[in-house]
């Protein structure tokens, strides 16, 4: 800590000593994190993934499940900003030539026909929220012929754009991750509390469960299950199946965090006080104990979070999580699994950007985070 | 110390019968029984089974007794070293599996001795240096390491060795030693393959183990006894390695424990990008076949090991931190 944040931080202190005084756990949580930017930048990162997750088909340019196989495997193309006539975005349309030594039809793209990007133009039919059907999207193409599109990122096999894959890609990827990571922590209050509060046996036999789950390879584990799930099961009874199998095997680390908040507040003044005056054992977990650590959960939350998606895209990849027609990272990157097919289209690969992004954001805000809400620990 | 090495024991003994009812429950997951998938098997071949024979296979594997006694014939047929017939390969399931388990755990093990040998020391470095542009740069590489998961790294790998060096960075061994039976040429040939994957699967739990120790070491060094030491004018190397280090070495050691099923873990998806001869294809073709006596038996005996090699670890962990061996704790 520099000296400079040090002196203003504490003259910042003394105008608002008063308010200072009263603030409440949460609020000094806040106030501690916000001095730390890169767990800040980490933050909006964060939620740019989430807002880009609920928005994804306005921003997605073409439909993520339209394939095309004339436009199999196209290379990232640029935008035009400017014509000869000033600002007008476009892309340069595609246009078909036979190779004349294998006779195969190739489409590159023809610098001579220009196909404007307008903004909030209509595009392919979809629901917003999955509730209002709507066609406009962030931008589109103004009157394209169906093989012409927006390839930011290229195109996969069988033609579709990548771009619009990864942003519908991210709604699944970290839903997921919230879901496990909702149910993860279920378990790891329930349990872990249990074995803070109650202590003797039940810690005992939980500690050493969890000592037991921590000590399985846990990638063969999940394999072995996620392949006994039946082939008929929808998309979303998957996407649940995979979702308990991962929370299962993920809840022992937020247990040991719950727990370890549960003894040391157990001897607190606060806590014994709340005894003395007769206040049941109930009241004094949910209104005593429970706001003093809820930032040290939300802590060992955004912690525990990339794991679980790192979880699902393992899976995806190894083709065991979800299938297609499912759209998640992992599966984007089971496109790129081969060396033959990446040297030849080495921008599959991109899928692996808002996974490291996503984790490294989810990494720094926890570790903000915890310093936030335990400035000793 | 005996209480130590005796806890460790009794919790390893647990854990290996928690993972046989595991890997049973997995064997058993999928619908109709282990007759039925061998009928199916028979069936896609052309040949079958009367009625009666596929009665009496049931009888003598004791498919139509409860379950709990299924799983103890399962559990008495591993002991004596039957662990069943793969479906898939037609063969004992011991044999289809063959080198790949040791391979396995030799590229495990290679990962978890890297990660000791440059955690250590660069832990140390960071904590010492604070500040300085080593510790930056390893900061650096350790949120990287943290970030990307392993089998993204390989990949990554495997394209720039592909893109740029124009070779297969994959596999454990040259092409003529592959089928070769073993000899010191061809454990020379793996010593020399065997660094990047172990790279690969070292790098998350590197960076984080530096990170432990870092913090650590960083919380011994500011205490009082430290200040004393330096005032007393004793080098600053033995300052450094003689007190705070071992003090330090406590959270470093009890979290490496929980590295090696990771590192397991980690090299079933690594194996499958790199294409390393070890048991994580071979897992991942099973469980696609559903040929579930040899998924499962990888499953266990990957649990096994595992564990196994989680209590060497820990019983080396004794040998560096003098104070398990004093309180057992």
Redesign the interface.
């Known amino acids: 800590m520099s000296a400079t944040t040090a002196s203003s931080a504490s003259a910042g202190a003394s105008l608002a000593d008063d308010r200072l005084a009263q603030a409440g756990q949460l609020r000094l949580t806040w106030l501690r994190f916000k001095r730390h930017k890169l767990a800040l930048i980490s933050l909006f990162i964060v939620a740019f993934f989430y807002l880009l997750a609920i928005f994804a088909d306005f921003v997605a340019i073409s439909d993520p499940h339209h394939t095309d196989a004339r436009r199999s495997y196209m290379p990232p193309q640029g935008i035009h900003l400017f014509d000869e006539n000033g600002f007008a975005p476009h892309v340069y349309g595609l246009k078909g030539s036979r190779d004349m030594k294998t006779f195969k039809m190739v489409y590159v793209p023809d610098p001579s026909k220009k196909i404007y990007i307008a903004f909030f133009a209509p595009g392919y039919e979809y629901n917003l929220f999955g509730l209002i059907p709507t066609n406009r999207h962030l931008f589109a193409l103004i009157n394209p012929t169906p093989v012409d599109g927006i390839f930011l990122l290229g195109t996969d096999q069988l033609g579709r754009d990548l771009f619009s894959r990864l942003a519908v890609a991210t709604r699944i990827s970290l839903s997921i991750g919230l879901a496990s990571v909702g149910l993860s922590l279920v378990l790891g209050i329930l349990l872990g509390g249990m074995s803070g509060l109650y202590g003797g046996i039940v810690d005992t036999v939980i500690q050493r469960l969890i000592e037991l789950i921590r000590s399985i390879p846990t990638i063969p584990l999940w394999m072995g299950i996620a392949a006994a799930l039946p082939n008929t099961w929808t998309v979303l009874q998957v996407y649940f199946a995979i979702t308990l199998i991962i929370s299962l095997i993920g809840w022992t680390e937020l247990a040991r965090v719950v727990r370890g908040r549960f003894l040391a507040l157990r001897e607190e003044d606060f806590v014994i006080a709340a005894e003395l005056v007769g206040a049941g054992q109930f009241r004094i977990m949910l209104r005593h104990m429970l706001p003093s650590f809820t930032s040290h959960v939300i802590a060992a939350v955004s912690l525990a979070l990339p794991a679980m998606i790192i979880s699902e895209t393992s899976l995806s990849f190894l083709g065991l999580g979800l299938r297609p027609p499912a759209i998640s990272w992992g599966i984007l990157l089971q496109d790129a699994q081969n060396v033959q097919v990446l040297a030849g289209a080495p921008w599959l690969l991109m899928a692996a950007v808002p996974v490291v992004l996503v984790i490294l954001a989810f990494n720094f805000l926890g570790d903000g985070l915890r310093d936030a809400a335990d400035p000793y620990g | 110390m005996l209480m130590y090495i005796g806890r460790r024991l009794v ?1 390893a003994v ?2 290996c019968i ?2 046989s009812v ?2 049973f429950i ?1 064997i058993r ?3 109709g029984d282990f007759v039925d998938a061998y009928i199916a098997n028979l069936a896609s071949t052309g040949s079958s089974i009367t009625a009666e024979q596929a009665e009496s296979m049931r009888r003598e594997y004791g498919l139509d007794r409860p379950v709990v006694i299924q799983y103890a014939l399962w559990l008495g047929r591993i002991v004596e070293g039957d662990f069943g017939v793969s479906m898939m390969w037609r063969r004992p399931v011991t044999e289809v599996i063959g080198d790949r388990l040791w391979l396995t755990m030799v590229v495990s093990f290679a990962a978890l001795f890297l990660t000791w040998i440059l955690a250590l020391p660069i832990g140390i470095y960071s904590a010492v240096r604070q500040y300085s542009v080593g510790d930056y740069f390893f900061t650096m590489l350790g ?1 990287i390491g ?4 392993n ?2 790294l390989a ?2 790998l ?2 720039l060795g ?2 740029y060096l124009g070779l ?1 960075v ?1 596999g454990l061994f040259s092409a003529e030693y592959a089928q070769a039976p073993w000899s010191l040429a061809k454990v020379w040939d793996l010593t020399k393959h065997l660094p990047l994957p172990a790279c690969v699967l070292a790098l998350a739990g590197t960076a984080h183990q530096i990170r432990i120790m870092r913090a650590n070491l960083l919380d011994e060094l500011r205490k009082p006894y430290v200040i004393t030491a330096r005032a007393k004018g004793i080098p600053e190397r033995r300052v450094i390695l003689k007190y705070p280090v071992r003090a330090a070495l406590n959270p470093f050691a009890s979290s490496i424990a ?1 590295i090696f ?2 590192l ?3 090299s ?2 690594v194996s ?2 790199l294409g390393l001869p070890t048991v994580g294809p071979l ?2 073709q099973a ?2 076949a ?1 040929d579930m006596f040899l ?2 038996t ?2 266990l005996l ?2 096994v090991m ?2 196994v090699g ?1 209590l060497i670890s820990d019983l080396l962990l004794m040998w560096i931190e003098p104070r398990l061996r004093i309180t057992g704790r």
């Not at chain 2, 943290?146 to 998961?149: E, G, K, S």
């Open positions: 919790l647990f854990t928690a993972i595991l890997t997995i997951l999928p619908p949120f943290l970030a990307i998961p089998f993204l990949l990554i495997m394209y592909f893109r297969s994959g929980y099923p990771y397991v873990s980690g079933i998806i499958l990008v897992l991942l469980l696609v559903q998924a499962g990888i499953v990957l649990g595992t564990v989680t």
